[in-house]
């Protein structure tokens, strides 16, 4: 079993910049690939960004290169979302999931979820 916890989250204005944290427990974390998903109201969960387990590997939306970074720190069992230039459209609840090895985009494929944190963007 793998326990997630994710912080970071909050009210930030447009343009505005939050880091998601990830704190997980319970396995090997270095094992593990980690996902940021999250879901706005109204709408369907989307992935955000990616890591595998090899660092040199990431993914992320397209609406989000150049603006959000994903890392992990293996030595604290962490994983991050560095979110720069925040807009409105970015407002949701953000979820960290984890599963074997490599990190796909589709939810369904990880076997472990946070609890999730709140992002809000103001105009």
């Known amino acids: 079993q793998v326990q997630l916890v994710e912080s970071g989250g909050g009210l930030v204005q447009a343009g505005g910049s939050l880091r998601l944290s990830c704190a997980a427990s319970?396995?090997?974390?270095?094992?593990?690939?980690v996902a940021w998903f999250r879901q706005a109201p109204g709408k369907e969960r989307e992935f955000v960004a990616g890591i595998s387990r090899n660092v040199d590997i990431t993914g992320y939306r397209n609406s989000v290169k150049g603006r959000f970074t994903v890392s992990r720190d293996n030595a604290k069992n962490s994983a991050y979302l560095q979110m720069n230039s925040l807009n409105v459209d970015d407002t949701a609840v953000y979820y960290c999931a984890a599963r074997n090895y490599f990190h796909t985009t589709y939810g369904g494929d990880y076997d472990y979820w946070g609890q999730g944190t709140q992002v809000t963007v103001s105009s």
């Open positions: 319970g396995r090997t974390f270095s094992s593990l690939a």
